[in-house]
């Protein structure tokens, strides 16, 4: 019964979210963050492409991290590799 | 593999596939592609060959495969170290307004995609099917 309250509870607190998400008005006053990078893009990087530009210069921790997050894979895999090797020629 | 059909073909194949590779890799600062995915075109050449000729003919590659692995990594690392060095927060372009910085980033990166993707072939997978190709 309880859990039954606490999903119901959930759904309409999901619900309520959606609803005033959907109504809610943007202004367009502010300049995000987006236009900045349009704007200021080629100056900066001078990299035409703006995704290669972001990925790269804007954000670059981002792709930092996924480059290490493959280079600890690979390393994990190679160990265990050479040591499988090791073990076929024995 | 033993198929002449497979065989030609692949060698026809993989010198286009290893220049579209480096031409993405390139390139990405202008045109859509970049590091990741030219990387994984030229693993993908690479890989042909493996496939359909054995182990015997990208073997000096295979050996030296996890170095330009590490050399990627400790490449990306150090260009981040290096504006440090120069007073700036980390991994901040070096050479504003040039493409400089993009290029050599996408190299490096792509170098690196390269050699995750074969080792991780050949170490995954390569083993035994491509023994007995």
Partial sequence: ?90 | MKSVIVRTASRALAPFLLLAGLYMATHGFLLPGGGFQGGVLLASGVILILLTHGREKVIRLEEDIDWFEAFGAVVFLGAGLTAIIMGKPFLTNLFPGTPIWCIALDIVVSLKVFAGTVALFVYLFGMRAVREC
């Fill in chain 1, 1 to 90: 019964m309880i859990k039954k309250i606490i999903t119901l509870f959930l759904v309409l607190t999901i619900v309520l979210l959606i609803i005033t998400g959907l109504n809610l008005e943007y202004e367009d006053k502010e300049e995000s963050p987006w236009d900045q990078f349009v704007k200021e893009n080629y100056e900066e990087t001078g990299a035409v492409n703006l995704i290669e530009a972001v990925l790269l210069d804007f954000r670059g921790y981002d792709t930092f991290g996924e480059v290490m997050i493959l280079y600890i894979a690979i390393s994990g895999v190679i160990i265990i590799g050479k040591e499988m090797k090791k073990g076929d020629s024995k």
